[in-house]
Nanobody
Framework: VQLQASGGGLVQAGGSLRLSCAASGSILGIHDMAWHRQAPGKQRELVAGITSGGSTNYADSVKGRFTITRDNTRNTVYLQMNNLKSEDTAVYYC???????????????WGQGTQVTVSS
């Protein structure tokens, strides 16, 4: 079971990127999914989260600019990032609560991270 993030890159300020994170392996269920980020010299912070029912929450710094969605048929969570700013530069990580086949409960997994760099 793993989470594979993709979609990062270099973009100019004001531009957009869409991150994807797909869960793969013997998965029977997925609860909450989320995106976090960590900038150099800073602690990792929650960017956006989405429950299995579709409820969302966002960091104040990204409200109105970022949108988190999920496709349960593809076990994938997305982060649409618009009007990017230089302060959005960070490594972005996805995480999710996954129920593995033969497991008794959900466990939290992290993806490998994808770099987002916004040039001013």
């Amino acid at each position: 079971v793993q989470l594979q993030a993709s979609g990062g890159g270099l973009v100019q300020a004001g531009g957009s990127l869409r991150l994807s994170c797909a869960a793969s392996g013997s998965i029977l269920g997925i609860h909450d999914m989320a995106w976090h980020r960590q900038a150099p010299g800073k602690q990792r912070e929650l960017v956006a989260g989405i429950t299995s029912g579709g409820s969302t929450n966002y960091a104040d710094s990204v409200k109105g600019r970022f949108t988190i969605t999920r496709d349960n048929t593809r076990n994938t969570v997305y982060l649409q990032m618009n009007n990017l700013k230089s302060e959005d530069t960070a490594v972005y990580y996805c995480n999710a609560d996954l129920l593995r086949r033969f497991a008794a409960t959900y466990y939290n997994y992290w993806g490998q991270g994808t770099q987002v760099t916004v040039s001013s």
